[in-house]
């Protein structure tokens, strides 16, 4: 099983900042399959980023992802009040398709 | 637009058993592999299980394995998750979804205790 790391727990920025999210695997995520999701409180996971790099329909481009093997990152440019959630990796190369812990960036 | 229905959540015993299912509209429903995803209060996420789009093969999560059965019926356009000797730590709410379309349900949420 692939286990993946979230850092931080916990990212305290203001808005207009950079926040940089990273997801560390425990084994190489094959063919870069790792997405990049943000939850809101009462609601869904909604898809940020798939396949590491490639925004998901209608995120908009301060959200980007990269890295590959077993080290990704979620970065958001500037932060906009609305982007104050948890954001979660996980990776869908292999059974099963674990989740990371989450990384939650609140309002400094 | 796509839509999924999760219902048949609810209260139950330990030991006891539940039906979820998953009602799928505005894609093709038969050409997707779907996933089963779960989150307990104030946790984080936790995959479940995925089915592929003729229903012929399956994954399930360590946790769940033995116990969990998903299937699906692509006439009814519906995903299912069978659930027995349901324990504490399943209560959950449990979505339905294709994560990496950005396809998730509301969610429905099992509470199992007596």
């Known amino acids: 099983e692939i286990v993946l790391t979230q850092s931080p727990g916990t990212l305290s920025l203001s808005p207009g900042e950079r926040a940089t999210l990273s997801c560390r695997a425990s084994q190489s995520v094959s063919s870069s399959y790792l997405a990049w999701y943000q939850q809101k409180p009462g609601q869904a996971p909604r898809l940020l980023i798939y396949?590491?790099?490639t925004r998901a329909t209608g995120i908009p481009d301060r959200f980007s992802g990269g890295g590959s093997g077993t080290d990704f990152t979620l970065t958001i440019s500037r932060l906009e009040p609305e982007d104050f959630e948890v954001y979660y990796c996980?990776?869908?190369?292999?059974?099963?398709?674990?989740f990371g812990p989450g990384t939650k960036v609140d309002i400094k | 637009e796509v839509q999924l229905v999760e219902s048949g959540g609810g209260l139950v015993q330990p030991g006891g058993s539940l039906r979820l299912s998953c009602a799928a509209s505005?894609?093709?429903?038969?050409?997707?592999?779907m996933h089963w995803v779960r989150q307990a209060p104030g946790k984080g996420l936790v995959w479940v299980s995925r089915?592929?789009?003729?229903?012929?093969?399956?994954n399930y999560a360590d946790s769940v394995k033995g116990r969990f059965t998903i299937s699906r019926d692509n006439a009814k356009n519906t995903l299912f998750l069978q659930m027995n000797s349901l324990r504490a730590e399943d209560t959950a709410v449990y979505y339905c979804?294709?994560?990496?379309?950005?396809?998730w349900g509301q969610g429905t949420l099992v509470t199992v205790s007596s």
């Open positions: 396949g590491a790099s």
């Open positions: 979804s294709n994560p990496t379309s950005g396809f």
């Open positions: 996980q990776q869908y190369g292999s059974s099963p398709f674990t």
């Open positions: 505005g894609f093709t429903f038969s050409s997707y592999w």
């Open positions: 089915i592929n789009g003729a229903g012929s093969t399956t």
